[in-house]
Each structure stands twice: as C-alpha cells, then as structure tokens.
C-alpha cells in the first residue's frame, strides 16, 4: 500500500520520508493487498476504468474505547491542475467516494481544497485551513460500501489556484460519525476509495485536466512484481 505516486501525476502532500501519512493506490494488475476488487481493505470495483486511490478521513474509538494516538490523523492526496483556475470564472469540481468494508466508522469530512501552493501541515494531522471549496454537507455521513457516491460541487474561484487536494479537513470533534463495522479488528477508522476527479470551468468552456486512477502501464510495485501494460 501508501504508493499513491504510482497513480502519475497525484501525490501525497508532504515527500515520503519514513512514517508518513500516505494515500493509496488500487489497480486490477496490482498483487492482491492493493488490487481491484478486492484488496486489504474490502471489496470494490472501480467506478470507472481500473484503479482508485483510498484515504483515511477521520480516526475515532476502537472497539476496546481507546482512542488512537493521534485522533486528527488524516490522509490527503493531491495533484497540480493543468493551468492554474481562472480567478471569477466558475469550475465544477466531481469526484465519486465508497467506503471501504474494513472501516470502523462512516463519516461525513470529505471534500476537495484549492490553493495555489501546497501547504506543509503537521505529518498527520488534519490541514488547519479554512472550509474547502467543494464539501460533502455537514451530517451527510458516507455509508455507501457497495456503490459509489457522488461529490459535486461548483464554486467560483477567487485566486488562481493551482492544486487540487483531496482529504477530511475537519478535525475529530467536527466530523461526524457512526459505526460500520463493530468488529473488534476492524481498524478504528473511515477509509474511503476514491475515484473519478474531475473539474472543469463551466463559464469558459475549457477543462482543467485531471489524471484518473485507471492507468495499468508497466509498473514495478513495492511488492517487487512487475505488472505489464494492459490498457
């Protein structure tokens, strides 16, 4: 897992270096802890195409009702835009979400953030920004661990901004969450797979482009098994 940098040209947000909070990377040529539909985490296909990204998005009690070392621990990816956003043009910002089977909780802090340079948060912990641009609304818990849902959202830009970054930017005490799996080993968390990012300026009629998480070229994972194109 943690090999988001596979999935060219999306990456975690601080450089990897030692323990870190690392996104990761589903493909169906991938050996089987990361591979697509079933994987370390639970069952899914992909809503489109053959691989999507997975982040943790909120840390709550275990089943024993010990809380984690870190609560706030939260997982971002991110990617550069095509061309910076066009400041008072409007952008439609849609991604898919589906929990993961092996999630504690479902939670409602997803959403996408943008800036026009990446920020250098504490290694785990939730970015203290302002309300993201695009947000799932307050409450709407995420439960879906059999289909994919929707986030969609426009909004107008009010700086160029350059990067697109994709996490929970609540922390514990504002996001809300309920149980999905009481199983006593189920890790104390929500993960969601992630897939299908798109935004698009719909009042200039130009698209920023976004890299999905489908691509299959040859690759050499950590697990040392080389996968050959299959596009």
Excluded: H
């Excluded at 061309?83 to 959403?111: C, H, N």
């Amino acid at each position: 897992m943690t090999q988001i940098t596979l999935a060219v040209p999306w990456d975690r947000i601080i450089p990897l270096a030692g323990l870190t909070a690392t996104p990761d990377y589903f493909n169906m040529c991938a050996g089987s802890l990361v591979s697509v539909p079933t994987n370390n985490m639970g069952y899914q296909f992909a809503y489109s195409g053959s691989g999507y990204a997975g982040v943790i998005t909120y840390m709550g009690l275990s089943a024993f009702g010990t809380l984690p070392p870190d609560p706030d621990y939260r997982e971002y990816m991110q990617q550069m835009l095509s061309t910076p956003m066009i400041p008072g043009e409007t952008y439609q910002v849609s991604f898919w979400v589906s929990l993961s089977d092996k999630s504690r909780f479902a939670a409602d802090g997803i959403g996408a953030l943008f800036t026009t340079a990446l920020p250098s948060p504490p290694d785990f912990n939730v970015i203290s920004f302002p309300t993201p641009q695009v947000n799932n609304p307050m409450g709407n818990i995420l439960t879906d661990t059999i289909g994919w849902t929707q986030i969609n959202q426009s909004f107008v830009a009010t700086q160029p901004y350059q990067f697109i970054i994709i996490g929970n930017f609540k922390n514990m005490a504002s996001t809300q969450a309920v149980i999905n799996d009481p199983y006593i080993g189920a890790p104390p968390s929500a993960y969601y797979y992630i897939d299908d990012v798109s935004v698009e300026c719909i009042s200039c009629n130009s698209q920023n482009d976004i890299d999905s998480l489908v691509t299959c070229d040859s690759l050499t994972w950590i697990d040392g098994i080389n996968y050959s194109a299959s596009t």
